[in-house]
C-alpha cells in the first residue's frame, strides 16, 4: 500500500507554472539476511534509500543490498498506469529480484509449464485425436488435431501478442542508442498501435521522453521541451527527475550549456539522489573537462548507499575522471572494471547496457593505445569507434587516432 506520501515542489524552470504534488513514497527492493540469519528479498517503502535501509536494520537484517532506484518505482507505476489493471500480475518480491538479474524462467520454461499444467486436457485431445486417426474419421481427425495444435500452441501465440511492448521497447530504445530517430518515431506509433490493441504500455511520460529525444536529435529542441513539459506535469513527474531528463534532452540537441544547467537545478532540488550526483559528474568530464567538479560528486556517490547496479557507475566514472587528468594506468584499470560489471548483466537487457558498454570500450582503446597495448586498442576502437561518432564523443576518437599514429 502507498497511503504515505510526499509533498514534491514541481515548478518548471521556465516559470510559466508550477504547483505542489502529492507523490507516493518510492518502493525499494531489497536482499538481505533476516534476525534468524535467512536470506530474504522484501519491498520497503521509504523517503531514501537510506531510510529504507534503517528500516531493515531496526529489524534485525544483516548483509543488506539495494536493488532498485527510485528511477524504477517511477517507471514502473508508469507502465501499470498505462496498461489496463486486468492483467496486472502480482509477482513477490523475489519474483521480482529474478526479472532484474536475468533468472527469471524464459520463454521455453514457461511454455513447458504451462504445457504441464495443461497435461489432462492434451492428453484427453490426444487420445480422442488418436481414435480419430484408428477409425479413419477424417472430420474428427481434422477437429482434434486442430484442437490439440490450438492448446499446445496457445502459449506461444499469447505470449507473442502480449509481448509485443517489449519486443517494441527493445528496439525503441536500440534505436535511441544509436541516433536513429526517424525510427525512434517509427517504433513510437507501433508502441500506441500496439498498447491500444493489448491494452499494454510504457507510459505517457517515457513515450514523450523518447519522443523528446528525437525531436531534440532532428533540430527541433523547442517543440521537444514543450512536449515533454506537458508530459512531466501530467504525469506528476518528481521535479529533480524532470531536469534529468531535460538535461538529457539538450545534452541530445548538443545544448551542453543548458543541459548543465539542467543538471544543476537537479542538484538543487535533490541533495540525497545518488543518480544526479553520478550523471552529472559524467557529464562535466565528458563535455566540459571539469574533473574536479566531477570528483566532489564522485565522492558524495561513493559514501551514499547505492544500489547494485548503480555501482558500476561508480569505476565508469573514476575511469573518465583518470583520463582527464591523464592518468591511464588509473584510467585502464577503473574501465575496464566498470565494463565487466556492465557485461555481467543478463543478456537479454543488453540493449540498456549497450551505451555504457561501448563507452567503456571506447575509453578502453584510448588508455590502451597511451599505455603501448596497440592490438588492444585496436580491438576495442573496432567494437566501439562508430559509436563514440554517433554520440559526439570527438575527444575520445580524436585522441585515440593521435596516440596510434593514425
Known amino acids: 500500500m502507498r497511503d504515505a506520501t510526499a509533498a514534491h515542489r514541481f515548478c ?12 507516493a513514497m518510492p518502493i525499494f527492493l531489497w536482499t538481505g539476511k533476516t534476525a534468524t540469519g535467512q536470506e530474504e528479498v522484501e519491498r520497503i517503502e521509504a523517503d531514501t534509500p537510506e531510510a529504507a535501509r534503517k528500516i531493515l536494520e531496526a529489524r534485525g537484517w544483516t548483509d543488506l543490498s539495494q536493488q532498485t532506484m527510485e528511477i524504477h518505482d517511477f517507471a514502473k507505476a508508469q507502465v501499470e498506469g498505462a496498461s489496463c489493471p486486468e492483467y496486472k500480475v502480482e509477482i513477490t518480491p523475489k519474483q521480482e529480484l529474478a526479472y532484474l538479474k536475468g533468472t527469471a524462467p524464459g520463454f521455453l520454461a514457461n ?6 499444467e495443461s497435461w489432462f486436457t492434451i492428453l484427453l485431445i490426444a487420445v480422442m485425436f488418436a481414435f480419430a486417426v484408428y477409425r479413419h474419421r477424417v472430420p474428427l481427425m ?11 500452441l496457445l502459449f506461444p501465440a499469447l ?21 536513429r530517430w526517424d525510427e525512434v518515431l517509427q ?23 523518447y519522443r523528446a529525444l528525437a525531436l531534440a536529435g532532428k533540430g527541433q529542441l523547442e517543440e521537444a521541451v514543450k512536449l ?46 545518488s543518480v544526479v550526483w553520478i550523471d552529472m559528474g ?13 570528483r566532489q560528486l564522485l565522492a558524495l556517490a561513493e559514501t ?78 573496432a567494437e566501439a569507434g562508430e559509436y563514440l561518432s554517433v554520440t559526439c564523443l570527438d575527444e575520445v576518437e580524436a585522441h585515440y587516432h593521435a596516440l596510434m599514429g593514425e
Open 12 to 23: 518548471l524552470d521556465d516559470g510559466k507554472f508550477g504547483r505542489y504534488l502529492s507523490i
Open 111 to 116: 511454455w513447458l509449464k504451462s504445457l504441464r
Open 142 to 152: 481434422f477437429f482434434m488435431g486442430g484442437l490439440l495444435a490450438v492448446v499446445v
Open 159 to 179: 505470449h507473442w501478442w502480449f509481448g509485443r511492448t517489449q519486443t517494441l521497447f527493445r528496439e525503441l530504445h536500440s534505436a535511441r542508442n544509436w541516433r
Open 187 to 209: 517504433r513510437l506509433e507501433q508502441l500506441k498501435s500496439a498498447q491500444r490493441s493489448t491494452k499494454i504500455g510504457i507510459g505517457e511520460a517515457e513515450i514523450a521522453r
Open 228 to 273: 515533454f513539459e506537458a508530459a512531466a506535469e501530467q504525469a506528476k513527474m518528481p521535479q529533480w527527475l524532470y531536469h534529468v531528463h531535460l538535461a538529457t534532452i539538450y545534452s541530445t540537441a548538443k545544448q551542453y550549456d543548458r543541459g548543465l544547467e539542467m543538471y544543476r537545478l537537479a542538484l538543487d532540488e535533490a541533495t540525497d539522489k
Open 282 to 294: 559524467g557529464f562535466l568530464v565528458e563535455r566540459f573537462n571539469r574533473p574536479a567538479e566531477a
Open 304 to 381: 551514499a548507499q547505492l544500489a547494485e547496479l548503480a555501482r558500476n557507475y561508480l569505476p565508469n566514472l573514476r575511469g573518465k575522471i583518470a583520463y582527464r587528468e591523464g592518468n591511464f594506468a588509473d584510467m585502464e584499470r577503473h574501465m575496464r572494471e566498470a565494463l565487466a560489471g556492465y557485461e555481467k548483466q543478463p543478456q537479454r537487457n543488453f540493449y540498456m547496457f549497450e551505451p555504457v558498454i561501448l563507452t567503456c570500450k571506447g575509453y578502453l582503446a584510448v588508455a590502451c593505445a597511451a599505455l603501448g597495448k596497440k592490438d588492444e586498442a585496436k580491438k576495442y576502437f
